[in-house]
């Protein structure tokens, strides 16, 4: 099948897998269009908001309508590293037998991620970097496709273990759950307090999210395009000679060359499931905010006059 029947198929696919996923969920459609982009780039996704904005049942919803299997893993401070990754044991035979864990599966609900010490979320650099997990020093490779979507409650700083840079860098999106409007609430309150349970389809499989994944890589970018998204990486490092002064001022610490990964691969995806062959540089605009925004650090004098990142961001364009 050439790129171009494999790209149109892809947009009504994609539409079908919005009005799916539309059942469940009302409103942040900005927030299920990020995660299925970084489902089909192969890449995993922070989600942050306040408790009650559906982030774990987007999860649950988007793994079911996308065939995929699916493993919560509840994030509390005595969690271990073995009751992510599994661990040896004795057997019958007096012989070291390995029990898996959860992280054997396709999508992986890393629920309320930074309730854990960095020593348990450094359990899962290997799997979200490599896709394999090293026990007693045996190598054990997951499924494939595999994600990490995890959560992040915003506002609640006691008894939380910030993520630390390398684990954040590994995150594709960080994807920020607003409130939902007036009209979104209403219908979140009609369809949660009535017998009306709503069943999602499945209109993918494991296979078909790993042709997606090729038909995301071979799609062609021009040179420009990649130019554009390497110079916008580079605008937020303040020792860059491209860096603005307003960067210079207000950023302490800029995306690395990931992050200029992470956007072609994002502007493909975009470009892809709104009908188009090749990313221009509206595609790299769109998906910049989600790849850059935990990439970029502030100063004091950012938190002090109360400068945001996505503004900061947005002026680079």
Sequence with gaps: MSEVVAVDNLVKKYAQLQQEIGKVIIGQNEAVNFTLLSVFCGGHSLLIGVPGLAKTLLVNTISNSLGLGFNRIQFTPDLMPSDILGSEILDETRKFKFIKGPIFSNIILADEINRTPPKTQAA???????????????????????????????????????????????????????????????????????????????????AEIIEIQKLIRKIPVADNVIEYAVSLVGKTRPNSNLATD????????????????????????????????????????????????????????????????????????
Excluded: C
């Design 124 to 206: 899962l650099l290997e799997a979200m970097q490599e896709r394999s997990v090293t026990i007693a020093g045996n190598q054990y490779n997951l499924d494939l496709p595999f994600f990490v979507l995890a959560t992040q409650n915003p506002i609640e700083q006691e008894g939380t273990y910030p993520l630390p840079e390398a684990q954040l860098d590994r995150f594709m999106f960080s994807i920020n759950l607003d409130y939902p409007s007036f009209e979104e609430e209403v219908e979140v309150v009609k369809s949660t307090t009535s017998l009306n349970d709503q069943k999602v389809n499945a209109l993918f499989n494991a």
């Design 246 to 317: 307003l960067v210079k001022k207000y950023i302490d610490w800029g995306a690395g060359p990931r992050a200029s990964q992470n956007l072609i691969l994002a502007a493909k995806a975009h470009a892809a499931v709104n009908g188009k062959y090749s990313p221009d540089i509206e595609d790299v605009q769109a998906i910049a905010i989600p790849i850059l925004s935990h990439r970029v650090v502030k100063n004091y004098k950012a938190e002090a006059e109360g400068i945001t990142i996505k503004e900061i961001i947005t002026s680079l364009f």
